[in-house]
């Protein structure tokens, strides 16, 4: 995959596909951190991720939860919403190290670039940061970067 990545979808359809061909290119542990205001599409993102593991359940923002975890074969998807999370204890104190040490995870942070330095001090093989802006009602472009 090249460093970085632009695509524009036209439809919450698009960003579903987007997200599942994006989701072939994932290894066990894996993180990614997702970016983009309220509305833009970050859960939908993580719908098509899901079904590119086979993961058929209702994908829902974890904002009220801080993380949703779903299971498909061999792999345990976690989806983090970090918007209410304001300092590293409160990420030790839920339990983060677990969730980056056991195999078969990949790890989806919403609002994940304040924890940054940590996640790329840790021992992972790869983090996205994918970035997602609302251009018109129906359009987004999606940004994709791999930084580790």
């Given at each position: 995959?090249?460093?970085?990545?632009?695509?524009?979808?036209?439809?919450?359809?698009?960003?579903?596909?987007?997200?599942?061909?994006?989701?072939?290119?994932?290894?066990?542990?894996?993180?990614?951190?997702?970016?983009?205001?309220?509305?833009?599409?970050?859960?939908?993102?993580?719908?098509?991720?899901?079904?590119?593991?086979?993961?058929?359940?209702?994908?829902?923002?974890?904002?009220?939860?801080?993380?949703?975890?779903?299971y498909g074969?061999?792999?345990?998807?976690n989806h983090?919403?970090?918007?209410?999370?304001?300092?590293?204890?409160?990420?030790?104190?839920?339990?983060?190290?677990?969730?980056?040490?056991?195999?078969?995870?990949?790890?989806?942070?919403?609002?994940?670039?304040?924890?940054?330095?940590?996640?790329?001090?840790?021992?992972?093989?790869?983090?996205?940061?994918?970035?997602?802006k609302i251009?018109?009602?129906?359009?987004?472009?999606?940004?994709?970067?791999?930084?580790?």
């Amino acid at each position: 995959m090249e460093r970085k990545i632009s695509y524009f979808s036209k439809s919450e359809i698009e960003t579903i596909n987007f997200a599942f061909s994006f989701s072939k290119k994932l290894k066990d542990n894996d993180i990614l951190i997702l970016e983009g205001n309220l509305g833009s599409g970050k859960t939908i993102f993580v719908k098509g991720l899901a079904k590119g593991f086979s993961i058929y359940d209702d994908i829902i923002s974890p904002t009220f939860l801080i993380v949703n975890s779903y299971y498909g074969k061999n792999i345990k998807l976690n989806h983090f919403d970090l918007y209410k999370i304001e300092d590293f204890d409160e990420l030790y104190y839920i339990g983060i190290e677990e969730y980056l040490e056991n195999k078969g995870n990949i790890n989806i942070f919403e609002w994940g670039m304040k924890f940054i330095d940590y996640f790329i001090s840790y021992n992972v093989p790869n983090i996205f940061i994918i970035k997602i802006k609302i251009v018109s009602e129906d359009e987004r472009e999606i940004e994709v970067e791999k930084i580790k």
